[in-house]
């Protein structure tokens, strides 16, 4: 039986990652890279096992990756805010250079190695030429967690021995969730807040249909590529509050925001952050985000590849989302 080995698997995408591999019908032994201290709470199947992993320790990562002679690695530990930002740099580019190296790829048995990046890697499709964001445009982050996942897909293609897939999704969303579940706290109070007067294109991707997808190319022959992630749709700002009032059933007065007045926010949280060692959700990068207008980007690839049709869009997939929230007391 061949073995897939996960990381970040205690956290939101990696957890549904770990089902999507135990549900396919591969015969896989399934591996889930987890820290000592990680919650295991969404990790409850017996068939998982364990791997417990420090990206820091080179000599013993080398040793246990040797030890257990995986198939395929997908890597999707990661950081997505940091109060320190040299510290996205060393988890998501030098932890992913020390797990590359630790693995033993001149075997025969290793196939496939799997990179979780980000549509950050690229930044927004405000300034790319054709309205959306290509393989074929300039990268341009608009903050250190994108500039630091670019640094880490740019090293990846240095090691020409790697059987590599990228993959850049844009943003992730359902069950588990907990950055736009902040959005639905708020919505339920009454409060339907958005920042600025500007109308937003943003694109969305259900988590269910990129663990699958990363089950399909996982077991494809494709490598050496690289791929955006999103459903089919182009959604404004305003449908979140339209969903969300819908599934809620609630009434919400909807507020916007001056972005002065947010960044000025982002500024303060930012100084709570350093100080307490805990960033925020909102600080003054997620408000580069908040700002940008288009986040449009290129899927084709993924339907030539991967003949790629996402079972949810925006709709369905929040209604899900916000029916498991309740279900879980969230909400």
């Known amino acids: 039986m061949k073995k897939i080995l996960i990381t970040g698997a205690s956290g939101f995408v990696g957890s549904f990652l ?8 591969a015969e896989l032994e399934v591996h889930a890279g987890v820290r000592k201290t990680s919650s295991r709470k969404f990790l409850t199947d017996p068939r998982i096992h364990f791997f417990e992993m420090d990206f820091s320790d080179k000599k013993k990562l080398e040793k246990d990756l040797g030890e257990q002679q995986f198939n395929y690695v997908i890597h999707n530990a990661g950081l997505l805010r940091a109060d320190q930002k040299e510290e996205l740099f060393l988890v998501n580019r030098d932890f992913t250079e020390n797990l ?17 990046s980000s549509l950050a890697a ?6 790319m030429p054709d309205g959306l964001v290509k393989e074929s445009d300039t990268p341009q982050p608009i903050d250190t967690y994108g500039e630091s996942k670019l640094a880490a897909e740019s090293m990846i293609k240095t090691h020409q021995d790697l059987p590599y897939l990228i993959f850049r999704p844009t943003a992730v969303y359902g069950p588990r969730e907990k950055d736009i579940y902040t959005f639905f706290t708020i919505l339920k109070k009454g409060i339907e807040p958005y920042i600025g007067r500007k109308e937003q294109a943003l694109t969305f991707i259900y988590v269910k249909d990129l663990a699958d997808l990363i089950v399909k190319a996982t077991l494809s022959a494709q490598k050496q590529k690289s791929y955006f992630v999103a459903d089919e749709g182009v959604y404004s700002n305003y449908d979140l509050g339209k969903y969300g009032k819908e599934y809620l059933n609630k009434k919400a007065l909807k507020i916007k925001v001056p972005t002065t007045l947010v960044r000025g926010i982002g500024h303060l949280n930012e100084i709570i952050g350093r100080l307490t060692g805990k960033m925020p959700i909102l600080n003054l990068e997620k408000v580069k985000f908040l700002e940008s207008l288009n986040w449009k980007c290129d899927i084709r690839a993924l339907k030539t590849d991967f003949d790629f049709t996402p079972k949810y869009n925006l709709s369905t997939g929040l209604k899900e989302t916000i029916d498991w929230y309740r279900k879980e007391g969230w909400l």
């Not at 770990?18 to 019908?25: P, Q, R």
């Not at 690229?122 to 300034?127: K, L, R, S």
Request: avoid cysteine; hydrophobic fraction near 50%.
């Open 100 to 116: 590359i190296k630790a693995l033993p790829k001149k075997t025969k048995t290793f196939e496939k190695f799997i990179f979780m």
């Open 18 to 25: 770990v089902e999507a591999f135990l549900a396919a019908d």
């Open 122 to 127: 690229y930044g927004p499709a405000d300034n």
